[in-house]
């Protein structure tokens, strides 16, 4: 089945500066790749996701990049804020046999310090 | 309230028991998820549902049941629960398969003692 590797396990990160995370899949055929944000006490929330014919995809100061061919995709966050601090998973959908599988990476506990 | 809410947000249970855990949304989705989280795994599937009355196994069903009698309420039973089944509990929905965004209620965690 789908296995997703996700890194860092926890990021910290001066208040302005840029962070990164990222994802590696191992099933080609997974076509789908999206990012959950999850604040302290709640529940995960999506903040961007990008399908398999695109390579890059930016909402403000979030952006995804997506490379098919080393089966590997990042979150690319600037000018980060106090309020970016929060728990980050990325996730990776493929359609099998066996059903849909939406499958998550373990997190990225991100730090942002004034 | 609309949205996606879960009962109990606490739940404290002894081995060996029996316990639900109560999801329901108000915007009709389509598809329902319990997830579970524990620390150094991320989010697991347990068990979806892609309609009333058709539920699947995820990832890690063993010890779980589901049912979905109604499209807005998608219960999780732990027929006799274990320590190992301490964790957060998360249920989502969804209007379309998990290729479409996935709303997530706030949690329910559970210990056993």
């Known amino acids: 089945g789908e296995n997703v590797e996700q890194h860092p396990s926890t990021l910290s990160v001066q208040e302005g500066d840029s962070a990164v995370i990222k994802c590696t899949y191992s099933d080609s055929a997974s076509n789908y790749f999206p990012w959950y944000k999850q604040e302290l006490g709640k529940g995960p929330q999506l903040i961007i996701d990008?399908?398999?014919?695109?390579g890059e995809k930016k909402d403000q100061r979030i952006a995804v990049t997506l490379n098919k061919t080393a089966k590997h995709f990042s979150l690319h966050i600037t000018e980060t804020q106090p309020e970016d601090s929060a728990v980050y998973f990325c996730a990776a959908y493929i359609l099998t046999g066996g059903g849909n599988k939406l499958t998550f990476g373990t997190g990225t506990q991100l730090k942002v310090e004034l | 309230d609309a949205g996606i809410t879960q009962s109990p947000r606490y739940k404290i249970t002894e081995t060996g028991r029996q316990v639900t855990l109560m999801c329901h949304q108000t915007w009709s989705h389509s598809y329902m998820f319990w997830y579970r989280q524990d620390l150094g795994h991320g989010l697991r599937l347990i068990y979806y549902s892609a309609a009333a009355d058709i539920t699947d196994k995820g990832e890690v069903p063993d010890g779980y049941v589901v049912s979905r009698s109604k499209t807005e309420n998608f219960p999780l039973t732990l027929e006799s629960a274990t320590r190992s089944q301490t964790s957060v509990y998360f249920c989502?929905?969804?209007?379309?398969?998990?290729?479409?965004?996935?709303?997530f209620g706030q949690g329910t965690r559970l210990t056993v003692v």
């Open positions: 990008i399908r398999s014919n695109v």
């Open positions: 989502a929905s969804s209007q379309g398969p998990p290729n479409t965004e996935a709303f």
